[in-house]
């Protein structure tokens, strides 16, 4: 299903974001200096390719079809479980956005404690999500969905992903991620 297989391909790709935020909390835990403008990085790739690129196919395109097409299940596996996640997900990556303002104008043991705190708690959470919708919630999908609303999906997501490629969404962060994997 091309819908799902551009899903996992970017699952991929944020396990090589998640490996970056692990290396760069571990350089803090190492004594090195924060890397204001790398974490901030972070926080950019999370949001427009993570967040608004990756999860905007899910949330407006697989799970809304899901949500519609195969009831109660369904609906409890994306309202209770994969959107709760995505919002934990916005979370961490907000606050990690406050802890590295905070750090920036003072910058003491404790900032570096929640700019570690957020931004490997949401490289874990990513890690674990990535597991449950590729191993659950995509497989599930892929099952239950009939031929007509796959093809709805598919054909949805082709058109999704045709306005990011205008915008050039996939080529800068898959640049980005081909720089950092240098870096791991």
């Known amino acids: 299903m091309y819908g799902i297989d551009v899903l996992i391909k970017e699952h991929d790709n944020i396990r090589v974001f998640t490996k970056y935020v692990r290396k760069l909390c571990c350089d803090v835990i190492d004594g090195k200096q924060v890397n204001i403008p790398a974490f901030q990085s972070c926080i950019n790739f999370a949001r427009n390719y993570a967040d608004k690129h990756h999860h905007g196919k899910e949330e407006q395109i697989l799970f809304r079809v899901m949500i519609e097409r195969l009831g109660s299940a369904a609906e409890k596996l994306i309202r209770n479980g994969m959107l709760v996640e995505h919002d934990l997900g916005r979370y961490h990556i907000g606050e ?78 898959v640049a980005y991620l081909k720089e950092k994997e240098g870096d791991l």
């Open 96 to 173: 990690l956005e406050r802890a590295l303002e905070q750090y920036s104008g003072n910058p003491a043991t404790s900032g570096k404690l929640d700019i570690i705190t957020h931004a490997a708690g949401y490289a874990d959470m990513l890690e674990r999500h990535i597991e449950k919708e590729n191993n659950a919630c995509y497989s599930y999908a892929e099952r239950a969905l009939s031929k007509e609303d796959k093809e709805r999906i598919d054909e949805q997501t082709r058109c999704f992903e045709k306005q990011a490629e205008q915008s050039g969404v996939q080529k800068k962060y």
